[in-house]
């Protein structure tokens, strides 16, 4: 449970790094003259909504996990490695980097009040859920539901985090030098990621 647990952390960092979950945020923010407060209380608000969408999937697929795991309990300890290497394998294969960026230029022709904004990003950050993080979900269902919520627990207090964090740090100008790479290359580090987690949890059992 551990390599899953450290797992997590790791798809949930490379996860917030994407630029398309904070940029057009902070986009709106300087274009719409938002107050530091103002930005970092929407920032939570969205970034809960991503985790919270996230998570109700999440759980859901370790009730499955959990069935699974009592069905065929002679077996688990070989079908949960073996399914987080498969899907990091169709992870790193298929490398299909995100394309939601939205410029300042963008959000000019597009003038919201405020609380449009808010329910926009909140509804988009929550209908997108962190699908990647959901294999794992998969996996703690077979070590059952104490370790499904701690999964749950630290995905959501690093995503939050980490997305607020980016986008503070945006907003005063810091460039986010690697987030490019990350984006381009997010299902590559995420294959990865599931690929060792799965076979350290074959052994680590």
Not at 60 to 71: D, F, P, R
Not at 98 to 116: E, F, I, P, R
Request: aromatic share 10%.
């Amino acid at each position: 449970m551990y390599s899953i647990i450290t797992g997590t952390i790791l798809l949930g960092i490379t996860h917030a790094l994407i630029p398309n979950h904070w940029l057009p945020l902070v986009a709106i923010a300087r274009s719409e003259k938002w107050e530091k407060y103002e930005l970092m209380l929407v920032a939570s608000i969205t970034a809960s909504a991503h985790v919270m969408g996230t998570v109700i999937l999440g759980i859901a697929l370790g009730m499955v996990g959990s069935k699974l795991a009592h069905q065929y309990e002679g077996y688990v300890h070989v079908i949960v490695p073996v399914l987080l290497i498969i899907f990091g394998l169709i992870y790193f294969t298929v490398n299909l980097p995100h394309h939601h960026h939205v410029a300042n230029k963008d959000v000019l022709q597009y003038k919201k009040s405020k609380t449009k904004w808010v329910l926009i990003f909140t509804v988009m950050m929550f209908l997108s859920p962190c699908l990647e993080v959901e294999s794992l979900f998969l996996a703690a269902g077979a070590y059952g539901w104490d370790d499904i919520l701690l999964l749950a627990i630290v995905y959501a207090t690093i995503s939050i985090t980490g997305i607020i964090t980016l986008v503070m740090l945006a907003f005063k100008g810091v460039q986010m030098m690697n987030s490019q790479f990350i984006e381009h290359n997010e299902k590559r580090i995420t294959g990865m990621v599931l690929i060792i987690v799965g076979i350290v949890t074959f052994f680590l059992h």
